[in-house]
């Protein structure tokens, strides 16, 4: 196996575009209704010029980190809910399997990002 790209969907296009570039993804356009976002690695999915409010509203990725407090510190330091409109970044919370925190994009896709114990 080579990778795994979700598709994601989103509200608006241009504003979640913004904020997957912001918090550090690459983009490469697809098509005009499509783009792969990337981090370093195999770490990528497919943002969609598509909304289905039940659709998005139930899409949850997690993003597994190395350093779970270096991490949280620097998308704190973005200050992305000041830029854009519904983003929330949680505090960090410890579990029995290990520790994670939140953070939900423009169109209210939750992303749990983390460390397994």
């Avoid at 499509?34 to 509203?57: H, I, N, T």
């Avoid at 983003?87 to 939140?102: A, H, L, P």
Wanted: glycine share 6%; net charge negative.
């Amino acid at each position: 196996m080579k990778s795994l790209r979700p598709f994601v969907g989103c509200a608006d296009f241009a504003v979640s575009k913004s904020f997957y570039s912001a918090m550090g993804f690459e983009e490469v356009v697809i098509s005009p209704d499509m783009s792969l976002f990337r981090l370093p690695g195999r770490l990528a999915f497919y943002l969609q010029d598509a909304y289905v409010k039940d659709w998005v509203d139930n899409t949850m990725l997690f993003l597994e980190v190395e350093d779970l407090d270096q991490h949280h510190t620097e998308t704190v330091a973005l200050n992305l809910p000041s830029q854009f409109k519904g983003v929330r970044v949680s505090g960090i919370r410890t579990e029995e399997w290990g520790r994670e925190y939140f953070i939900h994009d423009p169109s209210g896709v939750l992303w749990h990002v983390g460390t397994f114990v």
